[in-house]
């Protein structure tokens, strides 16, 4: 039976966890001030029970941050350097994803993981494949959303495909979407999930 009544994430106040996880290629600079203006719209819209944690990929996955105060999200998030030349989406998802796993969960929280990304992969290696992070996403108690820059549909249209496997929402950022709007957009569309719950 259910323990508790029929809410939206918003108004039960359930603690939110998201981690961004920015391409630090070198392929990015170009979009850094929408990178910072996502992150901005984001942590405005966003309740008090929120945490942020920030990590970058290129060549490898790095937790950078587990605790950044929201005041202070777009900051950490102008002061990445964009100039590695590999780039393994993939084996980054799937690594951030082991990370958050090794992160205690607080209470009844949410989690959310944000790529962003121009979803151009180079990735010699190919330590983790398409298929296989796509088994992993379906199976995450962790919710993927995307945030695509540039023009490359073929790139976007996989990185979107990931997302919708999760139940995530998947935007592209340009000319008929703001950055930050973008990130005030997925901010507002969590908190109107519903959540309830149940005594086992």
Same mark, same amino acid.
């Given at each position: 039976p259910a323990s508790g009544t029929l809410q939206t994430v918003r108004q039960a106040g359930f603690p939110v966890t998201w981690m961004l996880l920015v391409d630090n290629s070198n392929s990015m600079p170009p +979009?850094?001030?929408?990178?910072?203006?996502? !992150?901005?719209? #984001?942590? @405005?819209?966003?309740?008090?029970?929120?945490? +942020?944690?920030?990590?970058?990929?290129?060549? !490898?996955?790095? #937790?950078? @941050?587990?605790?950044?105060p929201a005041d202070q999200l777009a900051a950490e998030m102008a002061a990445i350097p964009m100039d590695e030349t590999v780039t393994r989406l993939h084996s980054s998802m799937d690594?951030?994803?082991?990370?958050?796993?090794?992160?205690?969960?607080?209470?009844?929280?949410?989690?959310?993981l944000i790529v962003l990304s121009d979803a151009v992969q180079y990735d010699p290696q190919a330590s983790v494949s398409y298929e296989e992070l796509l088994e992993r996403i379906n199976t995450s108690d962790v919710m993927l959303h995307s945030v695509g820059f540039g023009t490359d549909a073929a790139a976007l249209d996989s990185l979107a495909s990931l997302t919708d496997a999760s139940?995530?929402?998947?935007?592209?950022?340009?000319?008929?979407?703001?950055?930050?709007?973008?990130g005030a957009a997925l901010a507002e569309e969590t908190g109107r999930l519903y959540v309830t719950s149940f005594s086992l």
């Amino acid at each position: 039976p259910a323990s508790g009544t029929l809410q939206t994430v918003r108004q039960a106040g359930f603690p939110v966890t998201w981690m961004l996880l920015v391409d630090n290629s070198n392929s990015m600079p170009p +979009f850094r001030e929408e990178v910072v203006a996502f !992150a901005e719209g #984001l942590a @405005a819209a966003c309740g008090e029970n929120t945490r +942020f944690l920030l990590a970058t990929f290129g060549d !490898a996955f790095t #937790l950078t @941050a587990e605790d950044v105060p929201a005041d202070q999200l777009a900051a950490e998030m102008a002061a990445i350097p964009m100039d590695e030349t590999v780039t393994r989406l993939h084996s980054s998802m799937d690594q951030a994803l082991d990370a958050f796993d090794a992160i205690p969960r607080q209470g009844e929280e949410l989690r959310g993981l944000i790529v962003l990304s121009d979803a151009v992969q180079y990735d010699p290696q190919a330590s983790v494949s398409y298929e296989e992070l796509l088994e992993r996403i379906n199976t995450s108690d962790v919710m993927l959303h995307s945030v695509g820059f540039g023009t490359d549909a073929a790139a976007l249209d996989s990185l979107a495909s990931l997302t919708d496997a999760s139940g995530g929402v998947h935007q592209v950022v340009g000319s008929g979407l703001p950055a930050a709007e973008a990130g005030a957009a997925l901010a507002e569309e969590t908190g109107r999930l519903y959540v309830t719950s149940f005594s086992l």
